[in-house]
């Protein structure tokens, strides 16, 4: 079991950037995948980008491809979100979610269903 705490969201400009901390305490960290989800309101859950238990592969959605990198410091118990070229559209509440990968090493996890635990969120808005 793993618990997760996001920070680093805040307001930014249009094409300005944040980055996003998330935190794990509890289980082996470094046996878990870990996505990240945003959610807007009135919209769903949607995925942003995942990296496999290791680090070694990553999946991006098309809608931030090339503006988002995600990274891990499996030693650090953590994973970054670097956000660049932010537009309005990007402006949602930020999850941090993990998923146990034994049985499916160096997956990257696209769906809200397929994650186990969860953070409780930071804000990111971008304002024009």
């Known amino acids: 079991q793993v618990q997760l705490v996001e920070s680093g969201g805040g307001l930014v400009q249009t094409g300005g950037s944040l980055r996003l901390s998330c935190a794990a305490s509890?289980?082996?960290?470094?046996?878990?995948?870990v996505g990240w989800f945003r959610q807007a309101p009135g919209k769903e859950r949607e995925f942003v980008t995942a990296?496999?238990?290791?680090?070694?592969?990553?999946y991006y959605a098309d809608s931030v491809k090339g503006r988002f990198t995600i990274s891990r410091h499996n030693a650090k118990n953590t994973v970054c979100l670097q956000m660049d070229s932010l537009k309005p559209e990007d402006t949602a509440v930020y999850y941090c979610?993990?998923?146990?990968?034994?049985?499916?090493?160096?997956?990257?996890?696209?769906?809200?269903?397929?994650?186990?635990?969860w953070g409780q969120g930071t804000q990111v808005t971008v304002y024009s």
């Open positions: 979610a993990a998923v146990w990968t034994y049985y499916r090493a160096g997956y990257c996890y696209t769906r809200v269903d397929e994650y186990t635990y």
């Open positions: 509890g289980d082996t960290f470094s046996s878990y995948a």
């Open positions: 990296i496999s238990e290791s680090g070694g592969n990553t």
